[in-house]
């Protein structure tokens, strides 16, 4: 790590950025659910401290020619830690969101390519939806890369690929393609319903929220 910030010559609010922003990916692909709400408290405290270390600096170096620099550091970090405080209105995630349906939507049009020619089935012993995808990269579906199946007797089928995965009572966010029109519908009152956090991605696939 030290060659490395001494070759690219990094600051410590490089490093800092570089950390936060990875910390979001890692919250979005890998971290549990459970762990989010403490993890998100601790980089809330650092940076708030951060924030009061710096405004201490500032009235203690008023007159310095670091002045300037650092209430350039202060706006930087302030706006980490409101970034990262309106986590849960999901600012940083969101955008991460986006990113991952540009890029993987070939591999998740695949996969449900897959689905239809029944090379892809429910495949766990504890539920009758669920099929573990065959492979752990790339992850199209976080919390474990597994998929809900599910089609009405015509064969229309909903495919579920997970955003945000919660277990037992807790709402999930999921990326869902469907051809089914009963379920369309249904996606479509709950945009109605709730449009901040449901919506239609584009025909077929939507956002939804809770399920």
């Known amino acids: 790590m030290i060659k490395f910030i001494l070759k690219y010559n990094l600051s410590l609010y490089n490093i800092l950025a570089i950390i936060w922003l990875s910390i979001q990916i890692l919250i979005f692909y890998l971290i549990p659910y459970f ?3 403490l993890l998100w408290f601790l980089i809330i405290l650092f940076l708030f401290i951060l ?9 203690k170096n008023s007159r310095n020619l670091q002045f300037t ?7 930087f970090v302030f706006i980490l830690f409101i970034s ?17 349906w540009l890029v993987l939507y070939n591999q998740r049009i695949k996969v449900i390519k897959k689905v239809k020619n029944n090379e892809l089935k429910p495949n766990v012993s504890w539920n009758g939806f669920i099929c573990e995808l065959p492979f752990e990269f790339p992850i199209v579906s976080n919390g474990g890369n597994d998929i809900g199946i599910f089609y009405n007797e015509e064969k229309q089928y909903t495919v579920e690929f997970y955003v945000l995965r919660n277990f037992s009572e807790a709402p999930s966010i999921k990326i869902i393609y469907s051809e089914n029109p009963d379920n369309i519908q249904y996606f479509e009152s709950k ?4 449009s901040n956090n449901n919506w239609k991605i584009k025909d ?7 399920e």
């Open 69 to 75: 620099e650092r209430i350039i550091k202060i706006g």
């Open 191 to 194: 945009i109605r319903e709730d």
């Open 35 to 37: 762990v989010i709400p």
């Open 51 to 59: 924030i009061i270390r710096n405004i201490f600096l500032v009235f």
């Open 204 to 210: 077929n696939w939507y956002r939804i929220y809770g």
């Open 84 to 100: 990262t405080f309106f986590r849960f209105n999901y600012l940083p995630q969101r955008i991460i969101e986006k990113v991952d």
